[in-house]
T-cell receptor, first 109, second 113 residues
């Protein structure tokens, strides 16, 4: 079992929709959680960074961590075609980062 | 502030050759990690260097090696290349304080013929 599991999709939504991206993790020692966005032919770009449980909002993006169920979510409101990318969740413990395999998202104009 | 810079962006090699990839981290970042990314496996951790010392290592064969210089720049070497080594190799740097996130370069696309 991988440390971080992520549904690879692909996910296709119409412009303006609310997108929900999800990951689960197995290691209860994880304290730091991240979401990255990766466009084609580019490296992953840090989108959100949270510590422990709770919500963090940044513009149209909300990251949510539920440590009781070991669940990580990223919500995108008013999705735009420019949001079309692969989204990777990640966590950290013991000086090492663990990544999900990524969810491919397409926002259709 | 300049981001993580990786060179070269693209490389084509043949089986049996060796290759060296370079990474310049964000200024002030002392931790540098290397990852292999393939469509089927996602991001796989190769190794991490901090203050010129390898601090963590993933499950890759000894053909994959790296080093870090005193200015935090890092190189990764792959010897005796195999077809399966074709991948995007990503470098990421961080402040190396507890839980500080990593920032990635755009990678080196390595193709083995």
């Amino acid at each position: 079992q991988k440390e971080v599991e992520q549904d690879p999709g692909p996910l296709s939504v119409p412009e303006g929709a609310i997108v929900s991206l999800n990951c689960t993790y197995s290691n209860s020692a994880f304290q730091y959680f991240m979401w990255y966005r990766q466009y084609s032919r580019k490296g992953p770009e840090l989108l959100m960074y949270t510590y422990s449980s709770g919500n963090k909002e940044d513009g149209r993006f909300t990251a949510q961590v539920d440590k009781s169920s070991k669940y990580i979510s990223l919500f995108i409101r008013d999705s735009q075609p420019s949001d079309s990318a692969t989204y990777l969740c990640a966590s950290y413990t013991g000086n090492q980062f663990y990544f999900g395999t990524g969810t491919s998202l397409t926002v259709i104009p | 502030k300049a981001g993580v810079t990786q060179t070269p962006r693209y490389l084509i090699k043949t089986r049996g050759q060796q290759v060296t990839l370079s990474c310049s981290p964000i200024s002030g970042h002392r931790s540098v990690s290397w990852y292999q990314q393939t469509p089927g496996q996602g991001l796989q951790f190769l190794f991490e260097y901090f203050s010129e010392t390898q601090r963590n290592k993933g499950n890759f064969p000894g053909r994959f090696s790296g080093r870090q210089f005193s200015n935090s720049r890092s190189e990764m070497n792959v010897s005796t290349l195999e077809l399966g080594d074709s991948a995007l190799y990503l470098c990421a740097s961080s402040l190396a304080s507890e839980g500080q996130p990593q920032h990635f370069g755009d990678g080196t696309r390595l193709s083995i013929l």
